[in-house]
């Protein structure tokens, strides 16, 4: 549906009606990785480009004993959810495995290392210990009970870690795959960390199947926010980029004796990683790393109706929009389309490099299929919608400019230092009626609903508030388009 609406006229598209320019996908790239400046934690470094946003939480950590500064801010809070920041960094590192050339081409790949490597530094602190991780810094209960800037926050910022005793094969899981993408990212130009990142990843691997538990059971206020399915997903997942990372035969077997391989999923995310590891399996099959048979071909088979699902060519399409926008569900619903993206970009790679084809119940897809439908709802997200609306701030002259999230919302600390309380930023801020007086660039929000409606309100979370694992995954999206 969304193919069939878009026309190509001249330098300029027609969508429902509705004529648009040409997108600037560079730009929107270049904007992407700005925006995981403006979430970070910790003290800034001297080449810091978003300039609204000082130092802060410089004692994460104290309370047990360990220095836990940096990493990034969850989404619009202040949190460091250490789960979806794993997964965030897993995609980024995704995008600069696949895409690396891309990346470079468009002078991006070193801010993507860069926001890589303010993740990775983070996990390794996190990690002090082989079997202990640290898996969260702050709480949401009483960081969403204020609305303060990070630079100036006066909520607890208790250390929560998963151990032996305590186990969490999830979060270990997500980790241990996040820092093996990682090490790939890095291994042309700092083969040093590479290394340092793989030794965590092997050590993570095996403390999360030693170990087995999900991560919520040890922290519950973990679970009130980013609540775990189940482990299974994330330790293949963390095998698939342990074998990729090392080529040792043992993470292949772990792959090849799963019991559960995850059936067709209906999305890929922070929580759900069986897409992922379905994806990274038929790039093996494709390039005759493993047979076309058993358990692997299950691998494929599942991958592939995903994706034929998603291009709406399957037995089970995703549900779309009357503009023919993806829709999974109400809250954040762009951080599935990105997600999925992603997966759909890098496959039509694997596929464009095997001179292979998608086979769906809807017809054969193309590599090239599969990117023009990558480039529709990339399209969509960047103002080629019925509002003509640019779903990423600060893209565009017409984007959302009252954003859920703290900092951007309150007055920089560089323009005002005077502290701002946990309820002054409510009464002061939040219920203000006026725009964000810090443009938060590169963030996307959280989607339209399932008829494209959308409204720019700071108390509408469910649609309004960005969050890195929903941004991460666009980056290497819009390498693989620009």
Known sequence: MALRSLLLVGLGFVLLGQAYAAVDYKQALHNSLLYFE???????????????????ALKDGSDAGVDLTGGYYDAGDNVKFGFPMAFTITMLSWSAAEFGSQLRANGELQNNLAAIKWGTDYLIKAHHEPEVLYAEVGE?????????????????????????????????????????????????????????????????FDFARKYPGMY??????????????????ELLWAAAWLYQATGDRAYLDFLG????????????????????????????????????????????????????????????????????????QPWANFQYTTSAMLVLAAHADHLASAKASLSC???????KDMISFVRSQVDYILGKNPKGLSYMVGFGSNYPVKVHHRGASIISIK??????????????????????????VGAIVGGPDATDGYSDDRNNYQQNEPATASIAPIVGVLASIA
């Not at 960081?143 to 005793?165: F, L």
């Not at 919520?216 to 997903?233: C, H, R, T």
């Not at 995310?269 to 058993?294: A, C, H, M, R, Y």
């Open 140 to 204: 949401g209960g009483s960081d969403h009970a204020c609305w303060e800037r990070p630079e100036d926050m006066t909520t607890p910022r208790t250390s929560y870690s998963v151990d032996a005793s305590k186990p969490g094969s999830d979060i270990a899981g997500e980790t241990a795959a996040a820092l093996a993408a990682a090490s790939i990212a890095f291994k042309g130009s700092d083969a040093r960390y590479a290394a340092t990142l793989l030794g965590h990843a092997k050590q993570l």
């Open 415 to 440: 323009k005002n230092p005077s502290p701002v309380n946990c309820q002054q930023g409510f009464s002061d801020w939040y219920n203000k009626d006026a725009p964000n007086p810090n443009v938060l």
């Open 361 to 367: 119940s809807g017809g054969s897809l193309a590599s």
């Open 38 to 56: 403006a979430q970070r934690s910790g003290k800034l470094p001297p080449n810091q480009r978003v300039l609204w946003r000082g130092d802060s």
């Open 216 to 233: 919520q059971n040890s922290i519950p206020v973990a679970g009130q926010f980013y609540s775990s399915s189940g482990y299974e997903d």
């Open 257 to 328: 004796s799963a019991q559960n391989n995850g059936g067709v999923r209906s999305m890929f995310s922070w929580d759900d990683k069986f897409v992922g590891v379905q994806t990274l399996v038929s790039k093996l099959i494709l390039e005759g790393k493993v047979p076309n048979n058993g358990t692997w071909s299950q691998y494929k088979s599942n991958a592939d109706q995903f994706m034929c699902n998603v291009v709406q060519k399957g037995n089970s399409n995703v549900k779309m929009s009357p503009a023919g926008m993806l829709w999974w």
